[in-house]
């Protein structure tokens, strides 16, 4: 059984920072790759960034240069680092196991979802 648990997410001014993090129990996680996605209310889901099991990276275009996606295999935990916060970014921030070891962008491609944890910023 795979499941993911999230953690990190809260309320932060913006221009600010937070660490979220992932731990994965049922895969190990760089033999998949691990996603990250967030869900604004009334909004599509939309792709973070992802770390494939090579451990390359890749960035939605709205986090690109603020957000670093991370693992730690010890223990089997993938992390979001956020910086520079915006109020564009408030969202549930949701981890994800790929279907492949190479998902990138589409839902489609990840097969197992956290529960989330909320993201707020204020202006």
């Known amino acids: 059984q795979v499941q993911l648990d999230e953690s990190g997410g809260g309320l932060v001014q913006a221009g600010g920072s937070l660490r979220l993090s992932c731990i994965v129990f049922?895969?190990?996680?760089?033999?998949?790759?691990m996603g990250w996605f967030r869900q604004a209310p009334g909004k599509d889901r939309e792709f973070v960034a992802t770390v494939w099991s090579g451990g390359s990276t890749y960035y939605g275009e709205s986090v690109k240069g603020r957000f670093t996606i991370s693992r730690d295999v010890a223990k089997n935990t993938v992390y979001l680092q956020m910086n520079g916060l915006k109020p564009e970014d408030t969202a549930l921030y949701s981890c994800?196991?790929?279907?492949?070891?190479?998902?990138?962008?589409?839902?489609?491609?990840?097969?197992?979802w956290g529960q989330g944890t909320q993201v707020t910023v204020s202006s």
């Open positions: 049922g895969r190990t996680i760089n033999t998949v790759s």
């Open positions: 994800t196991v790929g279907r492949t070891a190479w998902a990138r962008l589409n839902v489609d491609e990840y097969e197992y």
